[in-house]
């Protein structure tokens, strides 16, 4: 933990008070119960305070019901150069020289984007997203490696209207909430909106995989099209649950793509990881071959992701925990095992000779 000696330091370059860093309200632990859009998004400024040579807040669009949808980027670019800060004490002053030291491979450095909440009630996955933006800030130290190789974009939660809908009225409810035209049937599945394999998805507006009138007919299927396009992320991660799974594409299809074999080691580090820490084992393949149902898969954000953005390291990751919404008690076991795996594909990924 470097949050004591870091704090003040990351602070217009000089020295601030503690009371400062601290946010107007106090937020709910999301290790222990899931959060409201409301305490998500102040969540994730209390971050951005704390940290504001670190983390960007960034509002990147508007969901159907107009919530405000916001990523947090994380990225040591962003720090002031140590010669113009005034470190506390010798540990935050080491640390930063660490930082410094790689300043000169900032411009190479790739991004890793993730994405929880697609479906309105996986609430797991959203918690697991805001604690990879706590395990890269308050616990920096101990992943400054993986900082000077990356820059991380995280999406806590992509469905947010779905979510607050499955929260406050039905906890099953998996789409979007826009009415459909010319039908009694609300809601899109996010994960069936993108254009590759669209066709073959669900067309049945009754049923809760259907695909939406068109590809992208989706506000924020469109805002994470954008992301993937503007920010070209060497690394994209989507987290879904809760079938212990860890897959590539494709998921529209049988067929395997150029680099399945990278694709598959990717998976089968964080496999391993999990397995040798906490003793789960995770299933490792294609979605296709996993889920046994390719036609019904089609215009997933994975195969998008790989085929059309062309992302060469693509993984969705379906958590562990036995539920969508995991009981209060096993959420932060959820969390730990969850980043495990997660750290352990963002170090393969560092460790390669050549991405």
Not at 95 to 106: P, Q
Request: proline residues 4%; positive net charge; aromatic residues 10%.
């Amino acid at each position: 933990m470097v949050e004591t000696d870091l704090k003040d330091v990351f602070i217009s370059g000089s020295v601030s008070k503690t009371t400062s860093m601290k946010s107007s309200k106090t937020v709910p632990d999301f290790r222990y119960q899931y959060l409201s859009h409301c305490d998500i998004n102040t969540y994730l400024d209390t971050l951005q305070a704390k940290y504001p040579h670190l983390v960007k807040i960034k509002t990147i669009g508007y969901s159907f019901e107009r919530r405000a949808l916001k990523s947090i980027h994380i990225s040591t670019s962003m720090m002031t150069k140590v010669n113009e800060l005034e470190p506390v004490n010798k540990k935050a002053k080491s640390t930063l020289n660490g930082i410094n030291r790689s300043k000169s491979a900032l411009k190479r450095k790739q991004v890793v984007l993730i994405d929880g909440g697609m479906h309105a009630r996986e609430w797991c996955t959203i918690s697991t997203a805001l604690h990879c933006a706590s395990q890269l800030t308050d616990n920096f130290d101990e992943n400054k490696n993986l900082l000077e190789i990356f820059d991380f974009v995280i999406v806590p939660c992509v469905n947010i209207d779905g979510y607050e809908f499955s929260r406050c009225y039905k906890k099953m409810w998996r789409k979007s909430r826009r009415p459909i035209e010319f039908s009694k049937f609300i809601g899109v599945d996010f994960n069936r909106n993108f254009s590759v394999g669209w066709e073959t998805a669900s067309q049945k507006t009754s049923s809760c995989t259907y695909r939406g009138e068109k590809p992208f007919s989706e506000p924020e299927t469109r805002i994470i099209k954008r992301l993937m396009h503007s920010l070209k992320p060497t690394f994209y991660l989507t987290l879904h649950s809760f079938s212990k799974s860890i897959m590539f594409p494709y998921a529209f299809t049988s067929m395997l793509p150029y680099n399945w074999m990278s694709l598959h080691s990717l998976a089968k580090a964080a496999g391993q990881a999990i397995q040798k820490e906490t003793g789960t084992k995770f299933r490792i393949g294609s979605v296709a071959s996993i889920i046994k149902n390719a036609k019904a898969s089609g215009g997933g954000s994975v195969d998008y992701a790989h085929k059309t953005a062309k992302i060469p390291f693509v993984i969705v990751m379906e958590l562990s925990g036995g539920s969508f919404q995991p009981p209060a008690i096993a959420i932060n076991g959820v969390l730990l095992e969850s980043w495990i795996g997660i750290h352990a594909m963002c170090s393969f990924l560092k460790n390669r000779n050549k991405i």
